[in-house]
């Protein structure tokens, strides 16, 4: 028998991946289950991206790319940092990869050596702890509670540093809470990292576009210009442009680091599927209007649910400024019995609950932090309108 590697002992598959399957076997096998667990958007590419993927296939540009990317798309992420963010990076400080989570797994496995410390402030993504652990790193944990939004705060981030510290990850607007770090809140982080200069920052932009309120989402070196040479800004296409199939994501950062990366790349996939490279030049230099569009439905969705969330019994939420999910605490539903006798005890409980009454969510465990639950709102409103009178029946029907 083939024993699998130690490496991968005390590694999970992602939580957020195996719950969306799961609904979607359920439904396969016949039974009435919405799925709000899946963290992508549910419109389609826009055409004019399809099309310039169509029009690659013609044109026979269907071979390998460099490991770093077409030069092509990094001139397009190039032009987009700087229209965007206001911020220069050469073609050789971009490298793409197949996705912003495979861009994040190069990151660490180019960077990280066994002790080196990874500052994760949680509710996280589920996979940064796991790919640091991966890569041989150790994640440190920061719990941000409900009181600070969900953000780190300067206190936590100094408290959490120590002279093992190689990363502080950053997300923002943040999977799962949708939070987003103002420009005066990312500087205040500034003053704390300017007094350790060994410290370096991933900020995880991905969701930069799925933005409801006045603010621009902007990664920390554009406030904080200081702290450029290290910071890594990781991103991608999956979410703003409604591309999670075609798998293209970058990072943006020192030569030295990206370089690396690029080595790293070379020795995996090469490069992520070039026709997907010529769609997304055309996503990044063609029109965005589409945008416009969809954060108008998001943000519709987004009141919707945090409106009947409210109503529910046993359930509180706050209002996120972006990305699409919603964070809501199942707290004052522990301890309460299903009309089968079974007891709540933890949000894993509840998430199965809420599963067996027709409604896949993912719990709060997954991220870090608990009794939480986090909804997806990437589906149409009559789906959510479906599924929150489920959410609410059920929390209604438990027993004290
Ligand atoms: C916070 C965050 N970062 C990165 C990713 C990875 O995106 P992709 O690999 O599709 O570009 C995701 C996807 O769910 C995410 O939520």
Same mark, same amino acid.
């Given at each position: 028998m083939i024993r699998t590697s130690k490496r991968l002992a005390a590694v999970p598959p992602s939580a957020t991946v195996a719950t969306t399957f799961k609904?979607?076997?359920?439904?396969?096998?016949? +039974?009435?289950?919405?799925?709000?667990?899946?963290?992508? *958007?549910?419109?389609?590419? %826009?055409?004019?991206?399809? @099309?310039?993927?169509?029009?690659?296939?013609?044109?026979?540009?269907?071979?390998?790319?460099?490991p770093? $990317?077409? %030069?092509?798309?990094?001139?397009?992420?190039?032009? +987009?940092?700087?229209?965007?963010?206001?911020?220069?990076?050469?073609?050789?400080?971009?490298?793409?990869g197949c996705g912003a989570k495979q861009s994040l797994f190069n990151v660490m496995l180019a960077t990280l050596d066994p002790g080196d410390e990874v500052i994760v402030p949680a509710p996280y993504w589920v996979s940064y702890v796991d790919i640091a652990r991966i890569a041989g790193g150790t994640p440190v944990i920061v *719990?941000?509670? !409900?009181?600070?939004?969900?953000?780190?705060? %300067?206190?936590?981030?100094?408290?959490a540093?120590t002279p093992s510290t190689k990363w502080l990850v950053?997300?923002?607007?943040?999977?799962?809470?949708?939070?987003?770090?103002?420009?005066?809140?990312?500087?205040?982080?500034?003053?704390?990292?300017? !007094?350790?200069?060994?410290?370096g920052?991933i900020?995880d932009?991905?969701?930069?576009?799925?933005?409801?309120?006045?603010?621009?989402?902007? *990664?920390?070196?554009?406030?904080?210009?200081?702290?450029?040479?290290?910071?890594l800004?990781v991103?991608?296409?999956?979410?703003?442009?409604?591309?999670?199939?075609?798998?293209?994501g970058?990072v943006?950062? *020192?030569?030295?680091v990206?370089?690396a990366v690029s080595n790293l790349q070379s020795q995996s996939t090469t490069?992520?599927?070039?026709?997907?490279?010529?769609?997304?030049?055309?996503?990044?230099?063609?029109?965005?209007?589409?945008?416009?569009?969809?954060?108008?439905?998001?943000?519709?969705?987004?009141?919707?649910?945090? @409106?009947?969330?409210?109503?529910? %019994? $046993?359930?509180?939420?706050?209002?996120?400024?972006?990305?699409?999910?919603?964070?809501?605490?199942?707290?004052?539903?522990?301890? +309460? +019995?299903?009309?089968? $006798?079974?007891?709540?005890?933890?949000?894993g409980?509840?998430?199965?609950?809420?599963?067996?009454?027709?409604?896949?969510?993912v719990p709060?465990a997954a991220f870090g932090m608990s009794?939480?639950?986090?909804?997806?709102?990437?589906?149409?409103?009559?789906?959510?309108?479906?599924?929150?009178?489920?959410?609410?029946?059920?929390?209604?029907?438990?027993? @004290?």
């Amino acid at each position: 028998m083939i024993r699998t590697s130690k490496r991968l002992a005390a590694v999970p598959p992602s939580a957020t991946v195996a719950t969306t399957f799961k609904a979607q076997a359920l439904q396969r096998a016949g +039974k009435d289950v919405i799925g709000l667990a899946a963290g992508e *958007p549910d419109f389609d590419t %826009p055409g004019h991206i399809a @099309d310039a993927a169509k029009r690659a296939i013609d044109r026979g540009l269907t071979r390998y790319a460099a490991p770093a $990317g077409l %030069p092509e798309l990094r001139d397009a992420i190039a032009g +987009k940092l700087k229209r965007d963010n206001n911020l220069d990076y050469r073609s050789d400080q971009i490298s793409v990869g197949c996705g912003a989570k495979q861009s994040l797994f190069n990151v660490m496995l180019a960077t990280l050596d066994p002790g080196d410390e990874v500052i994760v402030p949680a509710p996280y993504w589920v996979s940064y702890v796991d790919i640091a652990r991966i890569a041989g790193g150790t994640p440190v944990i920061v *719990p941000c509670g !409900r009181g600070s939004r969900y953000k780190l705060t %300067p206190e936590a981030l100094d408290a959490a540093i120590t002279p093992s510290t190689k990363w502080l990850v950053l997300c923002s607007p943040s999977n799962p809470t949708g939070a987003i770090y103002s420009a005066v809140e990312q500087r205040r982080l500034a003053e704390v990292l300017a !007094r350790h200069p060994h410290v370096g920052i991933i900020y995880d932009h991905i969701y930069e576009h799925l933005v409801y309120g006045a603010e621009a989402s902007q *990664p920390i070196n554009a406030v904080a210009p200081e702290l450029h040479e290290r910071t890594l800004i990781v991103n991608g296409l999956s979410k703003g442009y409604c591309m999670t199939g075609w798998r293209v994501g970058f990072v943006a950062g *020192p030569t030295h680091v990206v370089s690396a990366v690029s080595n790293l790349q070379s020795q995996s996939t090469t490069s992520t599927s070039t026709i997907s490279q010529w769609a997304a030049v055309e996503a990044l230099n063609g029109s965005r209007g589409f945008m416009h569009n969809n954060n108008e439905i998001f943000k519709q969705r987004r009141d919707l649910v945090v @409106d009947q969330i409210n109503k529910s %019994p $046993g359930l509180s939420c706050d209002v996120p400024d972006g990305a699409f999910y919603v964070f809501a605490s199942c707290a004052a539903t522990i301890g +309460k +019995k299903t009309s089968t $006798g079974q007891t709540i005890r933890s949000d894993g409980d509840f998430v199965d609950y809420l599963l067996d009454r027709g409604v896949a969510v993912v719990p709060g465990a997954a991220f870090g932090m608990s009794p939480f639950f986090r909804i997806s709102y990437a589906a149409s409103t009559e789906v959510l309108t479906q599924a929150l009178a489920r959410i609410h029946e059920a929390c209604r029907d438990l027993l @004290d």
